[in-house]
C-alpha cells in the first residue's frame, strides 16, 4: 500500500536503480540521465546493454544479498525491467529504499496461473484455460480447449516456453517435454488482431496512458508496431477506449507504481481478451522514445522520483520495426554480416536504435527502427523501404 514515505521527491543528480541489464534497461539509463539522474544497474553479466551506458555497474546475480545491499545504499529508488526478477529481492529492497513495482505485484503478473485468475477477478476476460499442475489435469482438460497452446507458467518469454497442441496427446507430450512444470492449457482464440496499453501509475494514484499500439507478432515474437494519430473505424476506437480502461483497472487492482503493459488480443468477433501483463516498459512502447512528448521510460524515472508524469501524447503517426538478428545472415550464410545501415538511415523518417549486444544470434532483439511521418500512408511506404534495405519482411 502507499505510505507517506512513498510521497517524497527525488532529485535530479541523486542516483536511481536498475534491476536487469537488457535493453529495457539501457533504455531506462538514457531517459533517466537526461533528466539528469544517475544510474546504477544490478545485473550478472559483465557487459550487457544497460550495463555499459549506467553510471554505476553491480555486477551481481538478481537475488545476491551484497549486490542488492549495495543497489539500496546506492539509490534512492529502484525499478526493474526484468519481469522474471525474484519478487523477493524487490521485497528485501523495499525495506531500505522506495521499489517500483512493489514485489508483491510482480509476484502476481511473473505467474501465469495467478495473473489469469488476477485478470479474471477484476472481471476482465481472459482466454478459457485451465491451470496444469500434473498429466491428470490434462486428461481432465475440457475439450473446447483444443486446439489449444500450452504455455509454461513462468519464465516464457518471446514465445519460448509454449507449444501448439492440437490434441489432448501432443498436450501431454509438449507437458512432458517441459519437464512437467506448472503451465496453463489456454485455447487457441480466433484473432483478427492485437494491441497493448503501455500506462505509467505513480505513487499517488495518478496515471497516465499512451496510446493503443497494434501489434504483429511473427514466430511469437513482436515484429512491428503501428500507432495511428486517428482511427476513422468507430470499432477500433472503441475498442481501444475499452482496452485503455481494462488496463488502468488492472493497474488499480495491482496496487501498481511504475510503467505497465497490458496485450490484448482482438477477436474475429470483435470482443477483447487480455493476453498477458508486463510489469515494466515493453517492446510495443518503444515509439514513445521518437513519437510522444514523454517515453515509456522517462514516465519510469519521473515514477521512482516521485516527479509528476509527463504527457503521453502523440506527436505522429508511428511505426515501430524490431530488429532481430536474423538479418545479419544472407540466407544460406552462417558468417553474420553487418546490415546496410547507411541505406535505412537514408529513409529520413527512420529513428535508429541498437542495443550494443556482441553477438547477432537468429531470433535474438538487436535493436528496433521507429519510422515516425506526418501520416500513417508516409510512415508505411517508409517502413517497407527501410524494411527493405534491411532485407526484412515488409510490414503489411
Ligand atoms: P512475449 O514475451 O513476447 O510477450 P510470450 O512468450 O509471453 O511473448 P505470449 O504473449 O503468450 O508469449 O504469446 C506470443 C504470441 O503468440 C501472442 O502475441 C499471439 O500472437 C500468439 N498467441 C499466444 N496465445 C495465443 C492464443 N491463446 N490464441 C492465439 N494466439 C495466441
Ligand atoms: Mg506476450
Redesign the pocket.
Known amino acids: 500500500m502507499t505510505s507517506s514515505t512513498d510521497s517524497f521527491t527525488i532529485a535530479p543528480g541523486d542516483w536511481l536503480g536498475m534491476l536487469g541489464g537488457g535493453q529495457l534497461g539501457r533504455m531506462f539509463c538514457h531517459a533517466a540521465q537526461s533528466l539528469g539522474y544517475r544510474v546504477a544497474v544490478l545485473d550478472p553479466d559483465a557487459d550487457g546493454p544497460a550495463a555499459v551506458v549506467a553510471d554505476h555497474h553491480i555486477q551481481a546475480a538478481y537475488d545476491d544479498a551484497a549486490g542488492l545491499a549495495e543497489l539500496a545504499r546506492t539509490c534512492r529508488a529502484v525499478t526493474t525491467e526484468f519481469e522474471n526478477v525474484p519478487a523477493d529481492s524487490l521485497r528485501a529492497l523495499a525495506a531500505q529504499c522506495r521499489v517500483s513495482p512493489a514485489g508483491d505485484a510482480v509476484a502476481i503478473v511473473q505467474d501465469?496461473i495467478a495473473e489469469k485468475m488476477f485478470i479474471a477477478s477484476q472481471g476482465i476476460s481472459v482466454?478459457p484455460y485451465v491451470a496444469i499442475r500434473t498429466p491428470q489435469d490434462l486428461l481432465d482438460a475440457p475439450d473446447t480447449l483444443f486446439p489449444?497452446?500450452l504455455?509454461v507458467a513462468r519464465l516464457?518469454?518471446?514465445?519460448?516456453?509454449?507449444a501448439r497442441v492440437t490434441t489432448r496427446e501432443a498436450a501431454q507430450a509438449a507437458f512432458a517435454e517441459f519437464d512437467g512444470v506448472p503451465c496453463v492449457l489456454?485455447?487457441?482464440?480466433?484473432?483478427d488482431y492485437?494491441i497493448s496499453v503501455v500506462l505509467a501509475r505513480g505513487f499517488d494514484g495518478s496515471d497516465v496512458v499512451f496510446p493503443v499500439a497494434r501489434?504483429l507478432?511473427l514466430d511469437?515474437?513482436?515484429a512491428v508496431s503501428t500507432v495511428a494519430a486517428v482511427d476513422s473505424d468507430p470499432g477500433h476506437v472503441q475498442r481501444q477506449n475499452q482496452a485503455t480502461e481494462a488496463a488502468r483497472a488492472i493497474a488499480r487492482g495491482l496496487d501498481y507504481h511504475g510503467v505497465l503493459c497490458v496485450?490484448f488480443?482482438v477477436l474475429t468477433d470483435g470482443s477483447l481478451v487480455v493476453?498477458?501483463i508486463?510489469p515494466r516498459p515493453?517492446?510495443s512502447g518503444h515509439y514513445t522514445i521518437d513519437a510522444c512528448v514523454s517515453s515509456q521510460f522517462e514516465q519510469q524515472a519521473r515514477v521512482m522520483a516521485g516527479l509528476p508524469l509527463g504527457s503521453t501524447a502523440l506527436l505522429a503517426p508511428a511505426i515501430m520495426l524490431n530488429i532481430l538478428g536474423d538479418i545479419w545472415f544472407e540466407p544460406g550464410a552462417s558468417a553474420p554480416r553487418e546490415p546496410d545501415w547507411s541505406t535505412a538511415l537514408a529513409v529520413p523518417s527512420a529513428k535508429l536504435h541498437l542495443y550494443a549486444k556482441h553477438e547477432a544470434r537468429r531470433g535474438r532483439k538487436m535493436g528496433h527502427v521507429t519510422i515516425v511521418a506526418a501520416t500513417l500512408d508516409q510512415a508505411r511506404m517508409d517502413a517497407a523501404q527501410v524494411a527493405a534495405a534491411l532485407g526484412m519482411a515488409a510490414p503489411d
Not at 516464457?156 to 509454449?162: A, H, I, L
Not at 489456454?186 to 484473432?191: K, T
Open positions: 501465469r482466454a489449444g497452446i504455455k516464457g518469454y518471446d514465445g519460448k516456453g509454449q489456454e485455447a487457441l482464440m480466433p484473432l492485437e501489434n507478432h511469437g515474437i513482436l496485450e488480443f493476453n498477458e508486463a515493453h517492446n
